[in-house]
Protein backbone atom coordinates (compact mmCIF):
# COMPACT_ATOMS: atom_id res chain seq x y z
CA UNK A 1 0.00 0.00 0.00
CA UNK A 2 2.79 2.42 0.94
CA UNK A 3 4.76 1.78 -2.21
CA UNK A 4 2.11 2.87 -4.17
CA UNK A 5 2.11 6.21 -2.33
CA UNK A 6 -0.38 8.64 -1.60
CA UNK A 7 -2.72 9.48 1.08
CA UNK A 8 -4.13 6.02 1.87
CA UNK A 9 -0.97 4.06 2.50
CA UNK A 10 -0.03 7.18 4.55
CA UNK A 11 -2.92 7.17 6.65
CA UNK A 12 -2.68 3.45 6.95
CA UNK A 13 0.73 3.92 8.66
CA UNK A 14 -0.38 6.53 10.87
CA UNK A 15 -3.29 4.64 12.17
CA UNK A 16 -1.50 1.56 12.59
CA UNK A 17 2.04 2.57 14.34
CA UNK A 18 0.60 4.17 17.85
CA UNK A 19 -1.25 0.90 18.05
CA UNK A 20 1.00 -1.38 17.00
CA UNK A 21 3.60 0.43 19.63
CA UNK A 22 1.09 -0.02 22.62
CA UNK A 23 0.74 -3.86 21.85
CA UNK A 24 2.79 -6.82 24.09
CA UNK A 25 5.33 -8.38 22.69
CA UNK A 26 8.00 -6.60 23.82
CA UNK A 27 11.02 -4.63 22.00
CA UNK A 28 11.80 -7.27 19.42
CA UNK A 29 8.50 -6.59 17.79
CA UNK A 30 8.62 -2.79 17.89
CA UNK A 31 11.85 -3.11 16.12
CA UNK A 32 10.67 -6.01 13.87
CA UNK A 33 7.57 -3.38 13.15
CA UNK A 34 10.16 -0.36 12.79
CA UNK A 35 12.63 -2.66 10.31
CA UNK A 36 9.52 -3.05 8.07
CA UNK A 37 8.81 0.39 7.81
CA UNK A 38 12.24 1.53 6.96
CA UNK A 39 12.16 -1.17 4.39
CA UNK A 40 8.92 0.14 3.26
CA UNK A 41 10.41 3.31 3.19
CA UNK A 42 13.25 2.06 0.84
CA UNK A 43 10.90 0.56 -1.30
CA UNK A 44 9.35 3.78 -1.98
CA UNK A 45 12.20 6.06 -2.47
CA UNK A 46 13.91 3.50 -5.01
CA UNK A 47 10.87 3.43 -7.05
CA UNK A 48 11.46 4.57 -10.57
CA UNK A 49 10.83 8.03 -11.86
CA UNK A 50 11.77 9.85 -15.29
CA UNK A 51 15.30 10.59 -15.75
CA UNK A 52 16.55 13.99 -17.51
CA UNK A 53 20.06 12.57 -17.73
CA UNK A 54 22.77 14.76 -18.26
CA UNK A 55 26.45 13.74 -18.49
CA UNK A 56 28.88 16.28 -17.10
CA UNK A 57 32.51 15.73 -16.68
CA UNK A 58 31.88 11.48 -17.25
CA UNK A 59 29.17 11.85 -14.48
CA UNK A 60 25.83 10.91 -15.29
CA UNK A 61 23.76 13.37 -13.30
CA UNK A 62 20.01 14.13 -13.51
CA UNK A 63 19.19 17.98 -15.10
CA UNK A 64 18.05 19.08 -11.71
CA UNK A 65 21.37 18.05 -9.96
CA UNK A 66 23.37 21.38 -8.66
CA UNK B 1 48.93 -45.70 -17.88
CA UNK B 2 50.90 -42.60 -16.92
CA UNK B 3 54.05 -42.29 -19.07
CA UNK B 4 56.52 -39.61 -18.30
CA UNK B 5 57.40 -39.42 -22.06
CA UNK B 6 56.88 -41.65 -25.55
CA UNK B 7 60.24 -43.42 -24.94
CA UNK B 8 58.26 -45.70 -22.03
CA UNK B 9 55.07 -46.69 -24.31
CA UNK B 10 55.30 -49.25 -26.51
CA UNK B 11 53.07 -48.20 -29.48
CA UNK B 12 54.11 -50.73 -31.67
CA UNK B 13 51.85 -50.04 -34.81
CA UNK B 14 48.92 -49.54 -32.03
CA UNK B 15 45.68 -48.21 -32.88
CA UNK B 16 43.87 -45.98 -30.16
CA UNK B 17 40.42 -45.50 -30.55
CA UNK B 18 41.47 -41.43 -29.61
CA UNK B 19 44.19 -39.70 -29.87
CA UNK B 20 43.88 -36.19 -27.52
CA UNK B 21 46.51 -33.60 -28.07
CA UNK B 22 46.50 -31.11 -24.74
CA UNK B 23 45.88 -31.99 -21.14
CA UNK B 24 43.87 -28.91 -20.44
CA UNK B 25 40.08 -28.70 -19.41
CA UNK B 26 38.93 -30.21 -22.80
CA UNK B 27 41.28 -32.65 -23.32
CA UNK B 28 41.39 -34.26 -19.31
CA UNK B 29 37.53 -34.01 -19.76
CA UNK B 30 37.41 -35.85 -22.93
CA UNK B 31 39.97 -38.52 -22.11
CA UNK B 32 37.94 -39.18 -18.65
CA UNK B 33 34.88 -39.88 -20.46
CA UNK B 34 35.67 -41.74 -23.22
CA UNK B 35 37.85 -43.74 -20.95
CA UNK B 36 35.24 -44.54 -18.53
CA UNK B 37 33.28 -46.06 -21.68
CA UNK B 38 35.71 -48.05 -22.32
CA UNK B 39 37.11 -46.61 -25.66
CA UNK B 40 40.96 -46.62 -25.51
CA UNK B 41 42.35 -43.24 -25.33
CA UNK B 42 46.07 -41.49 -25.73
CA UNK B 43 46.45 -38.49 -24.30
CA UNK B 44 49.24 -36.60 -25.36
CA UNK B 45 50.68 -33.48 -23.07
CA UNK B 46 53.43 -31.76 -24.38
CA UNK B 47 54.69 -30.55 -21.03
CA UNK B 48 55.33 -32.36 -17.66
CA UNK B 49 53.57 -32.66 -14.87
CA UNK B 50 54.89 -29.49 -13.16
CA UNK B 51 55.87 -25.80 -14.20
CA UNK B 52 59.08 -25.85 -15.99
CA UNK B 53 60.51 -22.87 -17.49
CA UNK B 54 62.31 -24.81 -20.53
CA UNK B 55 58.82 -26.28 -21.53
CA UNK B 56 57.21 -23.05 -20.76
CA UNK B 57 59.76 -20.99 -22.96
CA UNK B 58 57.99 -23.24 -26.10
CA UNK B 59 54.69 -20.50 -25.30
CA UNK B 60 56.76 -17.66 -26.55
CA UNK B 61 54.69 -16.09 -28.77
CA UNK B 62 54.69 -12.28 -30.52
CA UNK B 63 51.35 -10.14 -30.02
CA UNK B 64 51.33 -7.26 -32.18
CA UNK B 65 48.61 -5.23 -30.65
CA UNK B 66 47.87 -4.20 -27.24
CA UNK B 67 47.97 -7.76 -24.86
CA UNK B 68 50.15 -6.15 -22.03
CA UNK B 69 51.03 -9.87 -21.11
CA UNK B 70 53.28 -12.30 -22.80
CA UNK B 71 51.46 -15.84 -24.29
CA UNK B 72 53.97 -17.55 -22.04
CA UNK B 73 52.60 -16.10 -19.10
CA UNK B 74 49.21 -16.35 -19.20
CA UNK B 75 48.76 -19.96 -20.60
CA UNK B 76 51.04 -22.82 -19.05
CA UNK B 77 52.46 -25.80 -20.47
CA UNK B 78 51.87 -28.75 -18.47
CA UNK B 79 49.68 -31.38 -17.34
CA UNK B 80 46.50 -29.50 -16.27
CA UNK B 81 47.01 -26.91 -18.98
CA UNK B 82 45.94 -22.91 -17.95
CA UNK B 83 43.63 -24.63 -15.23
CA UNK B 84 46.63 -24.84 -13.46
CA UNK B 85 45.87 -21.19 -13.06
CA UNK B 86 42.49 -19.91 -13.38
CA UNK B 87 40.68 -17.87 -10.97
CA UNK B 88 37.37 -20.45 -11.24
CA UNK B 89 34.81 -17.85 -12.92
CA UNK B 90 32.15 -20.02 -14.47
CA UNK B 91 28.82 -18.12 -16.18
CA UNK B 92 26.74 -20.07 -19.08
CA UNK B 93 26.44 -18.69 -22.35
CA UNK B 94 22.71 -17.45 -22.97
CA UNK B 95 20.53 -18.37 -25.52
CA UNK B 96 21.40 -14.74 -27.54
CA UNK B 97 25.05 -15.68 -27.64
CA UNK B 98 24.34 -18.55 -30.07
CA UNK B 99 22.46 -16.28 -32.47
CA UNK B 100 22.80 -13.26 -34.43
CA UNK B 101 22.35 -10.02 -32.45
CA UNK B 102 23.65 -7.27 -34.74
CA UNK B 103 23.52 -6.99 -38.18
CA UNK B 104 27.01 -7.62 -40.18
CA UNK B 105 28.55 -9.14 -37.09
CA UNK B 106 29.37 -12.37 -37.39
CA UNK B 107 28.28 -14.02 -34.07
CA UNK B 108 25.84 -16.71 -34.68
CA UNK B 109 26.94 -20.69 -33.85
CA UNK B 110 25.66 -23.31 -35.98
CA UNK B 111 24.02 -24.76 -32.69
CA UNK B 112 22.00 -23.34 -30.12
CA UNK B 113 21.89 -23.21 -26.40
CA UNK B 114 19.69 -26.22 -26.16
CA UNK B 115 22.61 -28.34 -27.85
CA UNK B 116 24.39 -27.60 -25.12
CA UNK B 117 21.83 -27.64 -22.01
CA UNK B 118 21.68 -31.19 -21.50
CA UNK B 119 25.82 -31.03 -20.65
CA UNK B 120 25.30 -28.42 -18.33
CA UNK B 121 24.69 -30.82 -15.04
CA UNK B 122 27.60 -32.60 -15.74
CA UNK B 123 29.85 -29.49 -16.33
CA UNK B 124 28.86 -28.20 -13.31
CA UNK B 125 29.85 -31.54 -11.45
CA UNK B 126 33.25 -31.70 -13.34
CA UNK B 127 34.09 -27.70 -12.39
CA UNK B 128 32.07 -28.52 -9.17
CA UNK B 129 29.84 -25.30 -9.17
CA UNK B 130 27.50 -24.20 -6.67
CA UNK B 131 23.75 -24.06 -7.54
CA UNK B 132 22.75 -21.53 -10.23
CA UNK B 133 20.83 -18.34 -9.14
CA UNK B 134 18.22 -17.01 -11.37
CA UNK B 135 18.86 -14.02 -12.98
CA UNK B 136 16.67 -10.64 -11.29
CA UNK B 137 15.64 -7.78 -13.43
CA UNK B 138 17.06 -4.52 -13.03
CA UNK B 139 14.34 -2.27 -14.11
CA UNK B 140 12.97 -3.30 -17.85
CA UNK B 141 16.83 -3.46 -20.25
CA UNK B 142 18.86 -4.94 -17.88
CA UNK B 143 19.47 -8.50 -15.25
CA UNK B 144 21.73 -8.55 -12.26
CA UNK B 145 22.90 -11.69 -12.73
CA UNK B 146 25.47 -13.64 -10.60
CA UNK B 147 29.06 -15.75 -10.76
CA UNK B 148 29.52 -18.81 -10.43
CA UNK B 149 33.01 -20.06 -8.65
CA UNK B 150 34.49 -23.46 -9.53
CA UNK B 151 36.85 -23.88 -6.24
CA UNK B 152 38.49 -23.33 -8.93
CA UNK B 153 39.21 -27.24 -10.16
CA UNK B 154 42.77 -28.08 -11.37
CA UNK B 155 42.06 -30.86 -13.84
CA UNK B 156 45.92 -32.26 -13.76
CA UNK B 157 45.63 -32.77 -9.79
CA UNK B 158 42.08 -33.54 -9.78
CA UNK B 159 41.74 -35.93 -12.74
CA UNK B 160 45.37 -37.52 -12.66
CA UNK B 161 44.19 -40.07 -10.48
CA UNK B 162 41.22 -40.79 -12.41
CA UNK B 163 43.46 -41.26 -15.24
CA UNK B 164 45.30 -43.54 -13.58
CA UNK B 165 42.69 -45.71 -12.93
CA UNK B 166 40.95 -45.95 -16.41
CA UNK B 167 43.00 -48.45 -17.72
CA UNK B 168 42.04 -47.93 -21.67
CA UNK B 169 44.10 -44.55 -21.19
CA UNK B 170 47.60 -43.69 -21.67
CA UNK B 171 48.38 -40.82 -20.34
CA UNK B 172 52.55 -39.84 -22.35
CA UNK B 173 53.86 -36.27 -20.92
CA UNK B 174 56.51 -34.30 -22.73
CA UNK B 175 54.99 -35.38 -26.26
CA UNK B 176 54.90 -32.83 -28.59
CA UNK B 177 52.95 -32.88 -31.40
CA UNK B 178 54.87 -31.61 -34.96
CA UNK B 179 53.15 -33.10 -37.46
CA UNK B 180 50.53 -35.20 -38.71
CA UNK B 181 49.59 -37.21 -42.02
CA UNK B 182 46.14 -37.03 -44.53
CA UNK B 183 45.26 -39.31 -46.78
CA UNK B 184 42.01 -39.71 -48.28
CA UNK B 185 40.64 -37.50 -46.34
CA UNK B 186 41.03 -38.17 -42.96
CA UNK B 187 44.17 -38.54 -40.44
CA UNK B 188 46.00 -41.37 -40.37
CA UNK B 189 48.73 -40.74 -37.91
CA UNK B 190 50.60 -38.23 -36.14
CA UNK B 191 54.19 -37.58 -35.45
CA UNK B 192 55.16 -36.47 -32.04
CA UNK B 193 58.65 -35.82 -30.41
CA UNK B 194 60.10 -37.41 -26.72
CA UNK B 195 62.63 -35.15 -24.79
CA UNK B 196 65.46 -37.05 -26.62
CA UNK B 197 64.06 -35.75 -30.00
CA UNK B 198 63.30 -39.52 -31.25
CA UNK B 199 60.23 -38.86 -33.42
CA UNK B 200 56.87 -41.36 -32.91
CA UNK B 201 54.14 -42.27 -35.17
CA UNK B 202 51.06 -42.37 -33.53
CA UNK B 203 48.18 -44.17 -34.74
CA UNK B 204 44.44 -44.03 -34.11
CA UNK B 205 41.18 -44.01 -35.64
CA UNK B 206 40.35 -40.27 -34.56
CA UNK B 207 42.21 -37.26 -33.08
CA UNK B 208 40.92 -34.34 -31.30
CA UNK B 209 43.34 -31.49 -30.85
CA UNK B 210 42.48 -29.96 -27.35
CA UNK B 211 45.91 -27.75 -27.30
CA UNK B 212 44.49 -24.46 -26.44
CA UNK B 213 42.59 -21.20 -27.84
CA UNK B 214 46.27 -20.01 -29.73
CA UNK B 215 47.98 -23.66 -29.90
CA UNK B 216 44.92 -25.31 -31.89
CA UNK B 217 45.32 -22.43 -34.57
CA UNK B 218 49.01 -22.18 -34.68
CA UNK B 219 49.27 -26.16 -35.10
CA UNK B 220 46.55 -26.54 -37.46
CA UNK B 221 48.20 -23.56 -39.61
CA UNK B 222 51.80 -25.66 -39.30
CA UNK B 223 50.30 -29.28 -40.40
CA UNK B 224 48.44 -27.77 -43.07
CA UNK B 225 51.22 -25.64 -44.28
CA UNK B 226 53.22 -29.07 -44.35
CA UNK B 227 50.68 -31.30 -46.23
CA UNK B 228 50.26 -28.92 -48.76
CA UNK B 229 46.58 -27.16 -47.55
CA UNK B 230 45.56 -31.06 -46.97
CA UNK B 231 44.31 -30.36 -43.51
CA UNK B 232 41.78 -27.12 -43.79
CA UNK B 233 41.28 -27.12 -46.89
CA UNK B 234 39.13 -24.34 -46.80
CA UNK B 235 41.86 -22.22 -44.92
CA UNK B 236 40.25 -18.54 -45.05
CA UNK B 237 39.28 -18.59 -41.82
CA UNK B 238 41.90 -20.48 -40.30
CA UNK B 239 43.85 -18.68 -36.83
CA UNK B 240 40.91 -15.66 -37.82
CA UNK B 241 38.04 -14.65 -35.91
CA UNK B 242 40.05 -14.93 -32.45
CA UNK B 243 38.44 -12.91 -29.84
CA UNK B 244 39.23 -11.85 -26.40
CA UNK B 245 36.60 -10.50 -23.39
CA UNK B 246 38.12 -7.30 -23.06
CA UNK B 247 38.06 -6.25 -18.92
CA UNK B 248 38.25 -2.85 -18.15
CA UNK B 249 37.67 -0.41 -15.37
CA UNK B 250 35.17 2.19 -16.83
CA UNK B 251 34.13 4.43 -14.00
CA UNK B 252 32.67 4.53 -10.23
CA UNK B 253 29.13 4.97 -9.14
CA UNK B 254 27.80 5.40 -5.37
CA UNK B 255 25.10 3.42 -4.47
CA UNK B 256 22.22 3.67 -2.00
CA UNK B 257 22.78 0.35 0.62
CA UNK B 258 18.86 -0.28 -0.07
CA UNK B 259 19.58 -0.93 -4.25
CA UNK B 260 19.24 -4.39 -4.75
CA UNK B 261 23.10 -5.76 -5.68
CA UNK B 262 23.93 -8.43 -4.48
CA UNK B 263 27.94 -8.38 -3.71
CA UNK B 264 29.44 -11.89 -3.94
CA UNK B 265 32.43 -13.19 -2.43
CA UNK B 266 34.67 -11.05 -4.12
CA UNK B 267 32.60 -7.64 -3.35
CA UNK B 268 31.23 -7.69 -7.25
CA UNK B 269 27.88 -7.22 -8.35
CA UNK B 270 27.17 -8.22 -11.73
CA UNK B 271 24.15 -7.06 -14.06
CA UNK B 272 23.87 -7.68 -17.94
CA UNK B 273 21.89 -5.85 -20.29
CA UNK B 274 18.42 -8.28 -21.58
CA UNK B 275 18.58 -9.94 -25.10
CA UNK B 276 16.08 -7.69 -25.91
CA UNK B 277 18.14 -4.67 -25.36
CA UNK B 278 21.23 -6.16 -27.05
CA UNK B 279 19.28 -6.23 -30.44
CA UNK B 280 17.36 -2.67 -29.75
CA UNK B 281 21.01 -1.38 -29.22
CA UNK B 282 22.66 -2.85 -31.75
CA UNK B 283 25.75 -3.89 -29.17
CA UNK B 284 27.47 -7.17 -28.07
CA UNK B 285 26.64 -8.88 -24.33
CA UNK B 286 28.59 -7.18 -21.57
CA UNK B 287 29.08 -7.99 -18.03
CA UNK B 288 29.32 -4.99 -15.37
CA UNK B 289 31.07 -5.23 -12.54
CA UNK B 290 30.44 -3.43 -9.66
CA UNK B 291 33.12 -3.79 -7.39
CA UNK B 292 32.72 -1.90 -3.74
CA UNK B 293 35.23 0.16 -2.45
CA UNK B 294 36.28 1.31 0.53
CA UNK B 295 35.22 4.04 2.84
CA UNK B 296 38.30 6.30 1.93
CA UNK B 297 38.19 5.97 -2.09
CA UNK B 298 34.00 6.35 -1.76
CA UNK B 299 34.53 9.28 -0.09
CA UNK B 300 37.43 10.62 -2.38
CA UNK B 301 35.03 9.97 -5.71
CA UNK B 302 31.86 12.08 -4.10
CA UNK B 303 34.53 15.09 -3.03
CA UNK B 304 35.19 14.95 -6.88
CA UNK B 305 31.26 15.12 -7.08
CA UNK B 306 31.30 17.83 -5.47
CA UNK B 307 33.22 20.05 -7.54
CA UNK B 308 30.73 19.27 -10.39
CA UNK B 309 27.34 19.20 -8.03
CA UNK B 310 28.00 20.58 -4.95
CA UNK B 311 24.48 20.18 -3.52
CA UNK B 312 24.49 16.50 -4.48
CA UNK B 313 27.97 15.87 -3.86
CA UNK B 314 26.86 17.43 -0.04
CA UNK B 315 23.57 14.70 0.18
CA UNK B 316 25.99 11.63 -1.22
CA UNK B 317 28.93 12.54 1.63
CA UNK B 318 26.17 12.70 4.49
CA UNK B 319 24.58 9.56 3.50
CA UNK B 320 28.49 8.24 3.33
CA UNK B 321 28.68 9.29 6.42
CA UNK B 322 25.60 7.62 7.76
CA UNK B 323 26.99 4.30 6.03
CA UNK B 324 23.43 4.53 3.63
CA UNK B 325 25.70 4.89 0.28
CA UNK B 326 28.41 2.45 -0.78
CA UNK B 327 30.82 3.52 -3.39
CA UNK B 328 31.99 1.06 -6.30
CA UNK B 329 34.29 0.92 -9.07
CA UNK B 330 32.69 -0.14 -12.18
CA UNK B 331 34.43 -2.44 -14.43
CA UNK B 332 33.05 -4.21 -17.30
CA UNK B 333 34.36 -7.59 -19.21
CA UNK B 334 32.36 -7.79 -22.39
CA UNK B 335 32.18 -9.69 -26.00
CA UNK B 336 34.41 -8.53 -28.43
CA UNK B 337 32.87 -8.82 -32.08
CA UNK B 338 34.64 -11.54 -33.70
CA UNK B 339 36.55 -10.00 -36.68
CA UNK B 340 38.99 -11.38 -39.42
CA UNK B 341 42.32 -9.19 -38.67
CA UNK B 342 42.07 -10.43 -35.00
CA UNK B 343 44.35 -13.77 -35.89
CA UNK B 344 47.31 -16.02 -35.09
CA UNK B 345 49.67 -16.69 -38.00
CA UNK B 346 53.03 -18.56 -38.24
CA UNK B 347 55.87 -16.91 -37.19
CA UNK B 348 59.13 -16.86 -38.98
CA UNK B 349 61.03 -17.34 -35.36
CA UNK B 350 60.78 -21.00 -34.86
CA UNK B 351 60.65 -22.95 -31.53
CA UNK B 352 63.95 -25.35 -30.68
CA UNK B 353 61.63 -28.64 -31.95
CA UNK B 354 61.30 -26.59 -35.41
CA UNK B 355 57.33 -25.45 -35.33
CA UNK B 356 56.83 -21.86 -35.98
CA UNK B 357 55.79 -20.00 -33.04
CA UNK B 358 52.27 -18.11 -32.82
CA UNK B 359 52.24 -14.38 -33.75
CA UNK B 360 48.66 -12.85 -32.30
CA UNK B 361 47.47 -10.06 -33.61
CA UNK B 362 44.55 -8.14 -31.66
CA UNK B 363 43.26 -5.35 -31.49
CA UNK B 364 39.76 -3.36 -30.12
CA UNK B 365 37.84 -1.80 -32.55
CA UNK B 366 35.36 1.06 -31.95
CA UNK B 367 32.44 -1.34 -32.00
CA UNK B 368 34.01 -2.66 -29.37
CA UNK B 369 33.57 0.44 -27.50
CA UNK B 370 30.07 1.17 -28.64
CA UNK B 371 29.30 -2.07 -26.79
CA UNK B 372 30.62 -1.12 -23.61
CA UNK B 373 29.25 2.40 -23.92
CA UNK B 374 25.74 1.33 -24.59
CA UNK B 375 25.85 -1.24 -21.54
CA UNK B 376 27.13 1.26 -19.27
CA UNK B 377 24.85 4.09 -20.03
CA UNK B 378 21.48 1.94 -19.61
CA UNK B 379 23.10 1.01 -16.14
CA UNK B 380 24.13 4.93 -15.63
CA UNK B 381 20.33 5.74 -16.67
CA UNK B 382 18.56 2.86 -14.38
CA UNK B 383 20.53 3.99 -11.61
CA UNK B 384 19.35 7.20 -11.61
CA UNK B 385 15.60 6.58 -12.58
CA UNK B 386 15.92 5.12 -9.27
CA UNK B 387 17.41 7.64 -7.16
CA UNK B 388 19.88 4.74 -5.91
CA UNK B 389 22.62 6.88 -6.72
CA UNK B 390 24.81 7.90 -9.54
CA UNK B 391 27.53 6.83 -12.13
CA UNK B 392 30.68 8.47 -13.73
CA UNK B 393 32.34 6.84 -16.71
CA UNK B 394 36.09 7.34 -17.94
CA UNK B 395 36.78 9.60 -20.62
CA UNK B 396 37.70 6.88 -22.69
CA UNK B 397 34.51 5.10 -22.78
CA UNK B 398 32.55 8.15 -23.86
CA UNK B 399 35.04 8.19 -27.01
CA UNK B 400 37.51 11.01 -25.39
CA UNK B 401 40.22 9.03 -26.12
CA UNK B 402 41.83 5.65 -27.11
CA UNK B 403 41.54 2.42 -24.91
CA UNK B 404 43.89 2.71 -21.56
CA UNK B 405 46.81 0.68 -22.12
CA UNK B 406 47.55 0.15 -18.48
CA UNK B 407 44.47 -1.78 -17.29
CA UNK B 408 43.70 -5.23 -17.38
CA UNK B 409 42.73 -5.13 -20.88
CA UNK B 410 42.01 -8.86 -21.36
CA UNK B 411 40.54 -12.01 -19.64
CA UNK B 412 43.22 -13.95 -20.79
CA UNK B 413 40.23 -15.97 -22.67
CA UNK B 414 41.24 -17.06 -25.63
CA UNK B 415 38.78 -17.69 -28.42
CA UNK B 416 37.97 -18.58 -31.65
CA UNK B 417 40.46 -19.17 -34.59
CA UNK B 418 38.99 -22.34 -35.47
CA UNK B 419 35.83 -21.41 -35.34
CA UNK B 420 32.68 -23.29 -35.93
CA UNK B 421 30.47 -23.21 -38.91
CA UNK B 422 27.96 -25.05 -41.19
CA UNK B 423 29.77 -23.80 -44.30
CA UNK B 424 33.14 -24.34 -44.57
CA UNK B 425 34.11 -21.14 -46.06
CA UNK B 426 32.76 -19.43 -42.42
CA UNK B 427 34.76 -21.65 -40.20
CA UNK B 428 37.23 -24.23 -39.45
CA UNK B 429 34.75 -26.85 -37.96
CA UNK B 430 31.28 -27.63 -38.10
CA UNK B 431 28.87 -28.64 -35.53
CA UNK B 432 30.45 -31.78 -34.22
CA UNK B 433 33.58 -29.69 -34.09
CA UNK B 434 35.21 -32.13 -37.04
CA UNK B 435 37.35 -30.08 -39.18
CA UNK B 436 35.36 -29.75 -42.48
CA UNK B 437 36.30 -31.87 -45.05
CA UNK B 438 37.95 -34.58 -42.98
CA UNK B 439 36.34 -37.56 -41.40
CA UNK B 440 38.13 -37.86 -38.25
CA UNK B 441 40.12 -34.72 -36.74
CA UNK B 442 38.46 -32.53 -34.30
CA UNK B 443 39.20 -29.62 -32.19
CA UNK B 444 38.02 -29.32 -28.56
CA UNK B 445 37.86 -26.17 -26.48
CA UNK B 446 37.26 -22.25 -27.28
CA UNK B 447 38.88 -22.08 -30.19
CA UNK B 448 36.07 -23.23 -31.91
CA UNK B 449 33.35 -20.96 -30.72
CA UNK B 450 32.45 -18.68 -33.32
CA UNK B 451 32.17 -15.85 -30.06
CA UNK B 452 31.80 -15.39 -26.68
CA UNK B 453 29.11 -14.09 -25.38
CA UNK B 454 30.05 -12.30 -22.13
CA UNK B 455 30.46 -15.33 -20.22
CA UNK B 456 33.45 -16.79 -18.73
CA UNK B 457 34.64 -19.44 -21.36
CA UNK B 458 35.43 -22.69 -19.04
CA UNK B 459 32.17 -24.03 -18.14
CA UNK B 460 30.93 -23.55 -22.27
CA UNK B 461 34.66 -24.98 -23.02
CA UNK B 462 33.68 -28.46 -20.50
CA UNK B 463 29.89 -28.81 -22.35
CA UNK B 464 31.26 -28.87 -25.46
CA UNK B 465 33.67 -31.35 -24.42
CA UNK B 466 31.14 -33.96 -22.95
CA UNK B 467 29.60 -33.29 -26.17
CA UNK B 468 32.15 -34.13 -28.29
CA UNK B 469 32.87 -37.20 -26.01
CA UNK B 470 29.27 -38.66 -26.73
CA UNK B 471 29.64 -38.00 -30.34
CA UNK B 472 33.28 -39.81 -30.75
CA UNK B 473 31.95 -43.03 -28.53
CA UNK B 474 28.28 -42.71 -30.37
CA UNK B 475 26.38 -42.46 -27.87
CA UNK B 476 23.18 -39.86 -28.64
CA UNK B 477 23.03 -36.84 -27.24
CA UNK B 478 20.65 -36.78 -24.39
CA UNK B 479 17.56 -35.19 -24.56
CA UNK B 480 17.53 -31.48 -24.77
CA UNK B 481 16.24 -30.52 -21.25
CA UNK B 482 14.43 -26.97 -22.86
Known sequence: VFHQGGRSGTATIMTLTPRFLRQPGGPNARRGFIATLLLLIGVRSAAPRPTGMVERDGWFLDASDR | MFAESLQQVALGGRVFDVCLVGSGPAGITLAAELGARGLSVLLLEAGGTQYDEASQAMFEAEVVGPLPWALDVNRLRYFGGTSNHWGGFCQALEEIDFESKVPGVDTEWPIRKRDLDPYKARAEIVLELPPATPDQPFGERLRLT????????????????????????????????????????????????????????????????????????????????????????????????????????????????????????????????????????????????????????????????????????????????????C???????????????????LSADRDTNGVPRAELHWRLSDFDRRTILGSATLFAEEVLRRNYGRVRLDPWVLGRGSFPGDDEIKGNHHMGGTRMSREPARGVVDADCRVHGLSNLYVGGSSVFPSGGAANPTLTIVQLALRLADHLSGRPAPASTV
Not at chain 2, 327 to 345: I, T
Open chain 2, 146 to 325: TMRYSPPVNFGIKYRPVLEKLPSVTTVLQACVVNMTERDGEIVSLDALAPDRSRHTVLARRFVLCAGGVENSRLLLWFNQQNGGRIVKEPRTLGRYWFEHPHFTIGETFLDESAPFVFDKWSIAWANPTAQTLREQGILNAGLRVTRRNREASRQMIADLACIAPELGQWAMAKLKRRLF
Open chain 2, 327 to 345: GALMRASWEQAPEPWNRVV
